[in-house]
């Protein structure tokens, strides 16, 4: 029989899959593995070497020594070296992919996010369209690195969870799609982090606010903020945040005033 070789665009959903999945989760019995089989009409093993053809791409395990299997690695490097290069392109490209092989429009299978946005049209559109789904698949790349969970409390329900990023979206372009730009938080400490009002430092310890400190005297306090101080975020599978995003979140973002 002869072999089926694989396309850019099969490469690309596989690498989108790769960036969502927690890493114990690259085997055969996982769900979104078998569904991205079906979608490209390959057996669930060819997927997930893929998948660990990416792994042995990703900097992170080959700091730590893991080849994983490099067998595929010269057809996957160029499309993990293209996301480096430009992440917001390559992320929407591979949700719009992903949609055309589901049968549907990105508007359609995306429209909770863009119910709002009916009355726009052309470029002013699009730009709005492509920032809110690779958002979205950010959210779901920094969940997945926290294996879906609040770095400071472990809550682990998804509708409380949120991808909280070190430099702000509006910042800085290059970086807001990068992985190491983004903590898992919980509501609370999602917009707490977001105003300052909480930093983590450089050891990953969490640091309040001279603001917030002014309500210790408050229940709320007690509650939420004073058994958090000083205490370390839950190591992420993959991406630890980058010292330099801290330092940036330490430097202009954070509190440090009364």
Known sequence: MERKLWTREELILVFNLYLKLPFGKLHTRTPEIIDMANILGRTVNSIAIRLTNFASCDPYHQNRGVKGMVGGIKQCQPIWDEFFENKEILIFESERILAQKENQTIENKYQELLFDLKD?????????????????????????NYSGKCAITG????????????????????????????????????????????????????????????????????????????????????????????????????????
């Open 120 to 144: 726009l049209k052309g470029e002013t559109k699009l730009r709005e369209v492509k920032t809110r789904v690779n958002q979205n698949v950010f959210r779901q790349i920094v969940v997945a």
């Open 155 to 258: 809550i682990d329900l998804p509708e409380l969870l949120f991808a909280s990023h070190i430099i702000p979206w509006s910042k800085n372009e290059e970086e807001r799609l990068n992985p190491e730009n983004g903590i898992c938080l919980s509501a609370l400490y999602d917009k707490a982090f977001d105003k300052g009002l909480i930093a983590i430092n450089e050891k990953y310890q969490i640091l309040l606010s001279e603001k917030l400190k002014q309500k210790k005297n408050y229940d709320y306090f007690g509650k939420h903020f004073a058994q958090i101080e000083n205490q370390t975020l839950i190591t992420p599978q993959k991406y630890l945040p980058k010292k330099e995003f801290i330092q940036y979140h330490l430097d202009v973002v954070f509190n440090t005033t009364s």
